[in-house]
């Protein structure tokens, strides 16, 4: 077996490839650094380094010791992290957000179930902006979202809510009259479109590239909001296929929504980075479940 401290230095030295970086990153001396690699070396039976005066580079062997010991190391790490965390207890603070006026009344029944079991643990509560919800919870500035589905990159938790797919068109659009739509119908239309920024998963699910029988489908302009995305519609710009809560939470003189009937219904839930799976996600996801149970 490997010591911590054998393994530490190892994946250091193979990720800086340099001898005084590494002992800065671990706060050793260069000495202590060189004494480890060549034990394990000798442990091993073969160089996994290859040094000159100028570089380091890790042998084949070195490279494929690597390979294999980071994803254990790092498995071992979460577990630790985990463990930690389920002895102290929920507590600290969690970052939680909603897209759209729909997800916040699932939100705020999640926060409240929450913050009773938990109420050691602070809760912020925000309206996430459609252009930088992504980003958000990348750089952890958000722990978890209630988001619509497929949401790429990102774990998406237990669907809260589902709703039928309309098309929103203008008032004075053909389509306003009707009594339900087509897919293929968006062969036949400008197709406003999300933010570049949105989820590319997404995207395909709500402004498809295609119908289902394969005919291509226009692309009209992009909003930066929800709202500008509606807007383009009631002007003319193009249609765009909605969640039927639309209608509720935007209801406008100027749109019709017209329910699509061969399209599958939006799912919406909790949207979370991955590797940001804390144990506070965890009960909040829970919460968020036991809080808003299916409707019978």
């Known amino acids: 077996m490997l010591e911590r401290y054998e393994l530490e230095t190892f994946l250091t030295l193979a990720e800086e490839l340099h001898f005084g970086r590494t002992a ?40 494929r010791l690597a390979d294999d010991l980071s994803p254990l190391v790092a498995g071992i790490d979460e577990a630790v992290r985990r463990a930690v965390e389920s002895g102290r207890g929920v507590t600290g603070r969690l970052r939680v957000a909603f897209v759209g006026e729909w997800a916040a009344p699932l939100l705020l029944r999640a926060v409240a179930l929450f913050t009773r079991r938990h109420p050691d643990c602070e809760v912020d509560v925000r309206e996430a902006p459609l252009l930088n ?21 990102m774990a998406n938790g237990p669907v809260l809510l589902t709703e039928e797919r309309m098309l929103a068109v203008a008032a004075g659009h053909p389509l306003a009259g009707a009594r339900s739509v087509s897919l293929e119908v968006l062969a036949e239309h400008l197709v406003v479109q999300y933010p570049a920024v949105t989820s590319a998963e997404f995207k395909r699910d709500r402004t498809p590239d295609h119908t289902p029988s394969g005919r291509p489908v226009p692309k009209g302009p992009a909003g930066n909001t929800f709202s500008e995305m509606l807007s383009l519609v009631a002007l003319g710009r193009g249609v765009l296929p909605v969640g039927a809560y639309t ?50």
């Open 24 to 63: 800065e990153r671990l706060r050793v001396t260069t000495g202590r650094v060189s004494h480890v690699v060549k034990k394990l070396e000798r442990r091993i039976g073969a160089p996994l380094f290859e040094r000159t005066s100028r570089v380091v580079r890790l042998t084949p062997i070195g490279r």
């Open 133 to 153: 919800t992504r980003a958000s919870l990348v750089d952890g500035s958000i722990d978890i979202l209630i988001a619509s589905f497929p949401f790429d990159g």
């Open 247 to 296: 209608r509720q939470y935007h209801p406008r003189p100027d749109l019709a929504y017209v329910p699509i009937h061969d399209a599958p219904p939006i799912r919406r839930g909790p949207v979370w980075l991955e590797t940001n799976t804390t144990e506070r996600v965890r009960e909040f996801v829970r919460a968020a479940v036991d809080a808003n149970p299916p409707a019978d």
